[in-house]
């Protein structure tokens, strides 16, 4: 059992005075000797009388204790001070106090009761214990009549009104204490509520991470369906020329068959398993193209020379129409696919579109500072300058000039295939006559020239 009755805050005389009466009316309710009555309120007061001297301040508050069956009654003082320097020399059972009296107190107190104890830190102050044992014939004492105790001290109606004050002045520190407690308690709610504000903010940060990511990658998608749409159209578009070369060939043969010349039959076989084989090539590239993806193509050297001569022979070209391919076209390292698609987009247009019997076609290149400039020039009709810009958009057409078998896919390929080589195409057109210019990035010590060659 541990049951506090009464306490008192020290703050002047007066209240060592009602500390040393509260030990008196204590003891006497406790049935002690008037002697032990006397011997435990001195104790009391002295340690009391002590606080005030050396802190200032401090609080006294008496218990009824039970320990192995033994009831004693407890005097709890303690303050707020620097604590005591030399403790252990002033519970030193030889020690003798100086003239001055100081330490008289503590060492008086000690053998005035039965229990004694003292701790004292710098920073938390000094706590006294003084304890008195309760005699075995002692009245009644249980929790109710302790109770009654505590009930009677806080309603004693002859009480000073200074003590009065002093009782009301302890209900305001313990609601005070109870208000601290509280605001320690809502302090660690509202530090768990931050906490759990942190986590929640963190989760938030995970997930909109989570969204930005998963909008990259739908962007990323829609590229790519976007790029597999474009790559659908840039094989039908390119494998529509040497198609349409082994259809005409092969309406030749029936003819001939018809007419009985296996002769002429036979001569032109030749051609169409050369259509056939550079249509195989065609595929081949395309495929290759189509699963390693446009940054991870293979570069080799490529005469440009070579692969416009291959291009322009895979093309229907008109009797009236001259092609001219330079001497000065270089061997690149590149991707050759790329260097196909575009002369064979470009040339075919040529090709394609001049309105006259007769025409030529010019293969044209320039070595910069950093870059190759190739041209493609016919002396066909024009492009107006409203649809210079319109052509190079998927499935555009000009506005003048209308063919069954044209989409609207090669300029686009062409710009395409610029843009992933960071080169530039565009179109120079006043009146008749069309120039196609595209750039390519030029490399060191990858260039040589070629012959030249007219078709």
Known sequence: ????????????????????????????????????????ATAVSEICRNVLEHVGEGTIRFSMLESRGIMLLEAFVTDRGRGIPNIQTLLDRQYTPPASGKGQGIYSSRKLVDYFSLDSDFDKGTRVRLQKRIPANHPPINKAIIQGWADYFNHESEISPYAEIKRQNMQLIELMEQLRVRTIEAEYQLREIQHLNQELQTSNQEVNALLQEREIKNQQLEKVNKTLDEFAHTVTHDLKAPLQNIKGLADAITDFMEDGSIDEAQAVMPMIQLQLKRMDHLITDVLAYSL????????????????????????????????????????????????QQIFSNLLSNAVKYHDLPSGSIWVRAFERNNFWEFVVEDDGPGIPAGDQEKIFELFETTSDVNHADSTGIGLAIVRKIMEEKGGRVWVRSEDRGTAMHFTWPLEPDSVRQVSDHLV
């Open 1 to 40: 059992m541990d049951q506090p009755i009464t306490t008192i805050k020290l703050q002047n005389e007066l209240d060592v005075v009602l500390a040393y009466k509260r030990a008196m009316q204590l003891s006497e309710f406790s049935g002690l000797p008037v002697a032990s009555q006397t011997k435990f």
């Open 292 to 339: 390693t993806g446009r940054q991870q193509i293979q570069k080799k050297p490529v005469s440009v020379g070579k692969l416009v001569y291959n291009v322009v022979t895979s093309l229907t070209v008109p009797e009236g129409i001259s092609i001219y391919i330079p001497d000065n076209l270089p061997v690149l390292e590149a991707e050759e696919i790329y260097l």
